[in-house]
């Protein structure tokens, strides 16, 4: 299986600072079509996840352009240029690449 | 707008079997399979497999073979997830999300299995 790896696992945030959340694959995302089956999503408190970014960095319907991602392969990140409260939750990295689809351990965001 | 909707909590005793619904509108529910996930107290997500509402073909995880049991019925556009001799360990909430993006998710399902 495809092993997804986050870093860090919390991190705290003064609002109106950035933050950024790494994700490392085990192996390669990327598929003979040039597509990369990579997703960051949000869980706020009491929730169900929301998609955030598909495809490694576009962005779903209605998340603000604050939040971005970038990387290829293996490696990829999620920016947030300005934290706000609103952002507090878990982010997940995930991978459809391969079966069975995996999940990242969760980067927990607070507000300082 | 796309919705997928789930049945509301439920409590059951160690043994028993469970059936959470998940029903889908706002799209074509042929054009995009559903996917299970769970996610256990205090936990993170896990993949538990996913539906094909084509065909009604289902593909498990490991680990979610052999008592887990994914089933479709499109004429009132509703995936199930049936969860028999439970046991306490599957006590969590249970999510359909629609494939393979998970750009949609029901809001939960939350079984909780205790004597």
């Known amino acids: 299986d495809i092993v997804l790896t986050q870093t860090p696992l919390s991190v705290s945030v003064t609002p109106g600072q950035p933050a950024s959340i790494s994700c490392k694959s085990s192996q390669s995302l990327l598929d003979i079509n040039g597509k990369t089956f990579f997703y960051w999503y949000l869980q706020k408190p009491g929730q169900p996840p929301q998609l955030l970014i598909y495809e490694v960095s576009n962005r779903f319907s209605g998340v603000p352009d604050r939040i971005s991602g970038s990387g290829s392969g293996t490696d990829f990140t999620l920016k947030i240029s300005r934290v706000e409260a609103e952002d507090v939750g878990i982010y997940y990295c995930m991978q459809s690449f391969q079966s069975p689809f995996t999940f990242g351990p969760g980067t927990k965001v607070d507000i300082k | 707008q796309v919705q997928l909707v789930q049945s509301g909590s439920e409590l059951k005793k160690p043994g028993a079997s469970v059936k959470v619904s998940c029903k889908a509108s706002?799209?074509?529910?042929?054009?995009?399979?559903l996917a299970w996930v769970r996610q256990a107290p205090g936990q993170g997500l896990e993949w538990m497999g996913w539906?094909?509402?084509?065909?009604?073909?289902?593909t498990y995880a490991q680990g979610f073979t052999g008592r887990f049991v994914f089933s479709l019925d499109t004429s009132v556009r509703t995936a199930f997830l049936q969860i028999n001799s439970l046991k306490a360990e599957d006590t969590g909430v249970y999510y359909c999300?629609?494939?393979?993006?998970?750009?949609?998710w029901g809001q939960g399902t939350l079984v909780t299995v205790s004597s």
């Open positions: 539906i094909n509402t084509a065909t009604g073909n289902p």
């Open positions: 999300a629609r494939f393979r993006r998970l750009d949609y």
């Open positions: 706002g799209y074509t529910l042929s054009s995009y399979a």
